[in-house]
């Protein structure tokens, strides 16, 4: 019971830190300021009218507003960045308390400079209007946070029950072949039969693990090959897997999605032949693109397993789809001879889980 309580706090307070949106981000910046130059117009249509529309005036609120808004922005992203774990109140009253301060300092010196210049005549009175202004605006603005934070929790809820719900599926087919391979190995040669059983559990292991789950194109590959070594002990020198790999060890790939493909290409391509074949995979990232292809040999028309239904690789591709968007690219090219699958993805635009 203890447990379930710390983890329910932990992620209360996780949650409660990502109230706070990124204010860094350009894109974010600019719709603060376009957003604070409409308020300024909205203001001076209120007070002046159309009529009688000063632009002086228009200027010097406009210059006080953007300074309040960049300012309180720049506050916000350091206080998310920096903020230690808290719960959604003390975040919401310590960002509230904030941009009231920004407002206040920020009022107090144009007030000072403009009495100074003599440009305008304001008074205390003018602060206090601020401040309620900039009170109420704040009110509104962190109740807006909050929806857009129940809003992404929900989204990613969902998101990570439709990946256990894809991933759940995910099992190696080859399960009762590998286990009469073991027991077939334990008297003859204990050695292989141990390590067969060590590279099954791993496969088992990584199946088993939490949905959108990410790894390195490294450790994928090593998983993969722990597959081929069980695979081989069953067909021996008619498989023959080659790989070109040209992208860096720690690119981004989904757990379980150069396995199953591989899989495939062994299952359907090489096992039904009596004479084997090769499957070669080639991986190339550039610029962000990972290029998965996997190209095998095709058995001959009378030795061929029957069509699968394409779950797996459905599964892969709604799992990508998931996390990566609908930019996902995964094609399939049949010749007499070979068969060959592309995958394509940005692996650097991964969506939050």
Not at 81 to 98: E, K, Y
Not at 288 to 298: A, F, S
Not at 315 to 338: C, F, P, S, W
Request: net charge neutral; charged share 15%.
């Amino acid at each position: 019971m203890s447990t379930l309580t710390s983890t329910t706090l932990t992620t209360a307070k996780i949650e409660a830190t990502a109230l706070i949106p990124d204010l860094c981000q350009i894109r974010a910046v600019l719709w603060l300021i376009l957003f604070s130059q409409a308020l300024v117009i909205v203001l001076m249509l209120l007070s002046t009218g159309a009529l009688t529309f000063s632009w002086e005036q228009f200027g010097l609120l406009s210059f006080y507003v953007q300074w309040v808004v960049l300012i309180c922005a720049a506050c916000l992203c350091r206080l998310r960045r920096h903020l230690p774990p808290l719960s959604l109140n003390q975040v919401t009253a310590i960002s509230f308390v904030l941009i009231q301060m920004v407002t206040g300092v920020m009022s107090s010196i144009t007030l000072y400079v403009m009495n100074q210049l003599l440009l305008e005549s304001y008074g205390w009175d003018w602060i206090i209007r601020n401040q309620l202004v900039s009170g109420i605006l704040a009110a509104l603005l962190l109740h807006y946070f909050y929806v857009q934070m129940q809003s992404r929790l929900h989204a990613r809820s969902e998101l990570q029950a439709r990946m256990q719900a894809l991933q759940s599926r995910i099992r190696p087919h080859f399960l009762f072949n590998s286990m009469n391979i073991i027991a077939s190995l334990i008297h003859v040669d204990p050695d292989k039969a141990e390590r067969a059983v060590e590279d099954l559990s791993e496969l088992f292991r990584a199946s088993l693990k939490m949905a959108g789950t990410q790894t390195t194109l490294k450790q994928e590959i090593e998983l993969c090959k722990k597959y081929i070594n069980i695979e081989q002990l069953r067909l021996g020198e008619r498989l023959c897997v080659e790989w070109q790999v040209k992208a860096k060890d720690d690119v981004s790939i989904p757990l379980l999605t150069l396995q199953p493909v591989i899989e495939n290409a062994i299952y359907y391509g090489i096992a039904p032949s009596a004479e084997g074949g090769v499957v070669n995979i080639e991986l190339i990232e550039a610029n962000g693109l990972l290029t998965i292809t996997v190209t095998n040999t095709v058995a001959s028309q009378h030795a061929r397993h029957e069509s699968g239904n394409q779950m797996a690789l459905e599964n892969i591709l709604h799992r990508l789809q998931a996390l990566y968007g609908m930019n996902v690219k995964m094609d399939a090219e049949q010749t007499e001879h070979q068969y060959s699958m592309r995958i394509q993805y940005q692996h650097d635009q991964l969506t939050a889980l």
